[in-house]
């Protein structure tokens, strides 16, 4: 019999509802035919994520990257003005930080080959 795959981040708005609720990991796993680790590992990742989004630090999706990278992620789409700006800002100093450091090395690199 074929079984019917879905993936767990399907059912993060229920899992957290029954979290609210104060009904414990395993109990919500057994609902959704997980085992113990699994609830726990999703609950986990859920709460780091939901806490760099709150601090404002940019999350790495997975994949390649968009052609388009004005838009923001889902995830990011949901929470208020103030955290899409922190979003954004961090997103930003992040792009500057990395071209400061292409720029060091290659300065470095045309300074060992002695070109200027």
Do not use: C, W
Request: glycine share 6%; proline share 3%; no cysteine.
């Amino acid at each position: 019999m074929a079984r019917n795959y879905r993936h767990i981040q399907q059912y993060e708005k229920e899992m957290g509802e029954m979290k609210a609720q104060g009904i414990s990991v395993r109990e919500i796993g057994e609902k959704f035919g997980l085992t113990y680790e699994q609830a726990h590992d999703f609950f986990k990742r859920y709460n780091r994520k939901q806490r760099r989004l709150a601090a404002g630090i940019k999350i790495k999706p997975k994949g390649r990257p968009l052609k388009n990278d004005a838009e923001l992620p889902p995830s990011v789409q949901q929470l208020s003005k103030t955290a899409q700006l922190q979003y954004e800002l961090a997103r930003k100093d992040a792009k500057i930080k990395a071209l400061e450091m292409e720029n060091e090395l290659m300065r470095d690199f045309l300074s060992l080959t002695e070109r200027k």
